[in-house]
């Protein structure tokens, strides 16, 4: 495997260690040195994070095991890692064929043989991978779940020596996750076909209900293994919208000008139509959906991966399994459907631990958007609820005046302090009692049922509360409606605000069918039952927050800043020469730490965190000739 010999116990080991310990421990004692010193030597990494090595022990003695961790915790070695140590091949299973050559590009880089098969291959090509298989010159193999439930797939396994079964973004099996795709429920075959052979899932979003759909389709008898869902580098800002366009770009200018970023969008036309506004602000962009030709859509993403400084604007059809370490930020510029998708898509900022936003402007028209989507969609009246829910949940965690993280956590079931790295936690909002203006809404709405055959829009009836003679109302007659006037106790953005809440509480629906007009739902709660509504109070302030949190950015030295902005530029030129995004040679806090720690011999080099093995051979003389060249200018 590449120079790695499988399963050798590692010489740093010796005998009389093995005898002090007891039978029953020498397996796993054996397992965890062997992990980690693959870990030093491959990866170029010190010391595992949280649970990893648990993972890996248990996967390598057999089990199956179901791990939950948040994007950029790790997930990745949990496999990669038993896929070397065990005897034959790791099978991952990814969804994300237009990232695998990337992956397989990144694990060819530290000096792994790897290998995918997809529709992007010649049959040329595709012959070759798998002589390379039945050759056993293959320890890590990626295939897309359609590509492997072929029967030629199949019988192409049958030969191999199978290390294990990865099972990537496995939330995916879940008809209630954000993400499905009936194929990962034809995975319960590996079970039949394979019942000896490990099989680990893997996810970065699950609720409890998801989970136990993963363990009950994909494992037997797995293990349990979820870390914190806390992303303490991410700082969490939602406002309401207003000029989303011009809050977006105030946004970047002031806060990531020249940084790398995402921003998601609702609709396909949305998202071209802020990427061509964001590059005649002089922003550079691109728009990426479904819409647009394969071709096109991965040589917009291969640039998003290569170049520094790049936004990319885009629906929910970009981002699963992006590995770019340095997307300083995500925006959305509307709504998520649910805090699983919230989570999922912030989560691609920061993947290098270093600070990172996650901003989000929304508005009535976002709730009112969301909620026609369940409605029109064709699922039964279950599904309805649980995507009504999940909505709800989303706009609750938008309206909210408490920690948005603390927020997040408890939906994934897990308890926290403030964290005092949010908008919120920052700069506390305050909350106003809307229960009296809510009961004036409704009344507003029976009354214009009364006193018509038609309906009519949200701006219509604040229009009446806000007594505005406009043409329409005069027209209508409606100046004469009782409640006309009655409603200046709150301004238009506070009467949108309590609309939002009210319609995602199901007391009033937008009509699409009438062009948005307003009916009522179930009120009954709130006039019989002396239900309570609170809406933050109205803030046009507009926010520059600083970071707080647990993770403190790396602040180098002027001298130290030169030295890694040379040793960036010497990085790009590999990458190009080798055509491959930059961070798959270094990322930026490996650099970063080379800048600080200046090593003059490779022994140091090798000391510094994603420096390994292979790396070190194929980069070291020029590290170290780079830092003494430095010096001596």
């Excluded at 057999?62 to 948040?70: C, H, S």
Aim: net charge negative.
């Amino acid at each position: 495997m590449g120079g790695y010999d499988k399963m050798i116990p590692p010489s740093g080991l010796p005998d009389a260690c093995c005898r002090a310990v007891p039978l029953f421990c020498r397996k796993e004692l054996f397992l965890s040195s062997r992990a980690l010193e693959i870990l030093n030597r491959v990866f170029g990494l010190r010391s595992f994070r949280g649970f990893q090595e648990d993972v890996i022990d248990y996967v390598c003695q057999g089990g199956d095991a179901l791990v939950l961790m948040p994007t950029g915790g790790g997930k990745s070695l949990c496999y990669q890692i038993p896929a070397l140590m065990r005897s034959g091949v790791g099978v991952v299973i990814s969804p994300l064929i237009a990232l695998m050559a990337d992956q397989v590009a990144s694990l060819e880089e530290v000096g792994v043989r790897a290998a995918f098969l997809n529709s992007t291959l010649s049959q040329a090509e595709t012959n070759e991978v798998k002589r390379r298989l039945i050759d056993d010159e293959v320890d890590l193999l990626y295939i897309a779940p359609e590509r492997l439930m072929t029967p030629s797939t199949m019988e192409l396994l049958e030969h191999l020596d199978i290390a294990l079964f990865a099972i990537d973004e496995a939330h995916c099996v879940s008809m209630w996750g954000h993400d499905f795709r009936p194929v990962y429920g034809q995975m319960s075959v590996l079970r039949d076909k394979w019942p000896t052979v490990p099989r680990i899932a893997l996810t970065a979003t699950a609720d409890l209900n998801t989970r136990q759909e993963i363990c009950d389709k994909l494992l037997t008898e797995p293990q349990q293994f979820v870390a914190s869902f806390d992303r303490p580098n991410i700082r969490y800002r939602i406002e309401e919208k207003r000029d989303a366009n011009k809050q977006l770009v105030r946004f970047i200018d002031q806060e990531h000008p020249n940084e790398c970023g995402i921003v998601y969008c609702l609709s396909r036309d949305k998202t071209e139509k802020i990427a061509d506004m964001l590059c005649e602000e002089g922003i550079p962009a691109m728009a990426y959906h479904a819409g647009l030709p394969a071709e096109l859509r991965r040589a917009r993403q291969e640039r998003f991966l290569r170049e520094d400084g790049m936004v990319m604007v885009a629906t929910i059809a970009f981002g699963m399994g992006i590995d770019k370490p340095d997307v300083r930020f995500v925006a959305h510029v509307d709504m998520p459907k649910s805090i699983e998708n919230y989570f999922q898509e912030t989560g691609r900022a920061g993947r290098d631990g270093e600070p990172a936003d996650a901003w989000m402007c929304y508005g009535l028209q976002d709730v009112i958007n969301q909620t026609h989507m369940i409605e029109r969609s064709q699922a039964d009246d279950v599904y309805k609820r649980r995507s009504t829910t999940k909505l709800e949940a989303m706009l609750a965690l938008a309206e909210t005046v408490n920690c948005r993280r603390q927020m997040i956590l408890e939906y994934f079931g897990e308890t926290s302090e403030p964290c005092d790295n949010c908008d919120n936690c920052l700069e506390p909002p305050r909350m106003q009692d809307a229960t009296i203006p809510a009961k004036k809404l409704v009344s507003t709405i029976y009354r214009l049922k009364q006193h018509s055959d038609k309906a009519f829009g949200a701006r219509h009836v604040f229009d009446i509360l806000l007594g505005v003679a406009s043409e329409k109302v005069l027209l209508n007659g409606h100046e004469t409606i009782s409640t006309f006037g009655i409603g200046k106790e709150l301004d238009i953005d506070g009467w949108r605000r309590l609309l939002r809440q009210m319609i995602a509480g199901g007391m009033i629906f937008a009509d699409a069918d009438k062009f948005n007009a307003l009916v009522l739902g179930d009120v009954h709660g709130l006039l019989k039952e002396d239900q309570t509504i609170r809406i933050r109070q109205t803030s046009k302030k507009t926010r520059r927050l600083h970071h707080g949190g647990t993770k403190a950015e790396v602040v180098l030295g002027e001298d130290d800043q030169r030295l890694f902005e040379r040793l960036r530029g010497w990085r790009r030129y590999k990458a190009a020469e080798a055509d491959k995004p930059p961070y798959l040679i270094f990322p930026d806090a490996t650099l970063k730490a080379i800048a600080q720690e200046r090593p003059r011999t490779l022994g140091y080099l090798s000391t510094i965190s994603g420096v390994g093995e292979a790396k070190l051979d194929h980069y070291g003389e020029e590290i170290i000739q780079l830092v003494q060249a430095y010096e001596a200018d």
